[in-house]
């Protein structure tokens, strides 16, 4: 499941304002005084850039990601505090968990099987801020007749297997709320939905693109289409792709205090 550098650049400011400050703010304390982050899937570091402010400077990164390029810029973020692996998230066995405080993520886990998860979270023990995890919304204004068609046939691709097994696509985080309070995690949720417009032209272009590349790939019809209505109304063109944030601590877990 490779992304580009550039792709993550344009869509890292809409992820920042939809951040729910409320649950990165509880992240930030549940990350206790001095913490140890274990981040998934990592990219280019935007969850280092989004919660670095609030966190104490001793703060210790464990960066993980299969890109060594991605990886090179991400440590750049906090270079004295950084530790980078290049591993395969396929390979469970081998995340640095052991002594970290708490475990991120960054839309991943619409990416993720549910036996890949359940797997995941069984060895772990700490609060998890999963955050921005697509959940199969998205709505334009204007609105286009084939839009719920083509919403569907996205929906659809995105539970092909990434890597990772049959991914979790838009029911990721329903998926993780019960793998979560099966295993007695406390479980705090909120929408981080991207809210775009003309002020997010590239980024609208990109994601049109691209929705339109995988509900064709799905067996939707006429994707170009709707492609070519979408790009003539780009510069009047809003939407909005509906996310989620989740933050869950384990049994008898008190933020602050442990």
Request: negative net charge.
């Amino acid at each position: 499941m490779p992304f580009s550098a550039d792709w993550l650049a344009l869509r890292e400011p809409a992820d920042s304002r939809a951040r729910d400050e409320k649950l990165m703010s509880l992240a930030v304390s549940a990350a206790g005084a001095k913490p140890v982050i274990m981040d998934l899937g990592c990219g280019t570091g935007s969850t280092i850039r989004a919660l670095k402010q609030q966190l104490p400077s001793n703060t210790e990164w464990r960066l993980v990601d299969n890109d060594p390029a991605l990886l090179e810029i991400a440590a750049k973020e906090a270079p004295d505090r950084v530790t980078i692996y290049q591993l395969d998230l396929a390979d469970v066995d081998q995340l640095p968990v052991s002594g970290v405080t708490m475990i991120t993520a960054s839309a991943l886990l619409d990416l993720v099987s549910k036996d890949w998860l359940e797997d995941f979270l069984k060895r772990v023990s700490v609060p998890v801020y999963f955050a921005l995890t697509y959940n199969g919304s998205m709505n334009w204004i204007p609105n286009d007749d084939q839009d719920p068609i083509v919403t569907k046939a996205f929906n659809a691709h995105q539970q092909t297997d990434k890597g990772l097994g049959l991914a979790l696509g838009p029911n990721a985080s329903e998926v993780a709320i019960e793998l979560l309070e099966d295993l007695g995690y406390k479980v705090l949720v909120a929408d981080s939905p991207w809210k775009l417009d003309s002020e997010n032209t590239l980024l609208q272009e990109e994601l049109l693109r691209g929705i339109s590349e995988a509900a064709g790939n799905s067996g939707a019809d006429s994707t170009a289409i709707w492609l070519a209505n979408k790009l003539s109304n780009l510069k009047i063109l809003k939407s909005g792709i509906g996310h989620r944030d989740i933050l869950a601590f384990p049994s008898g877990f008190q933020v602050g205090g442990h």
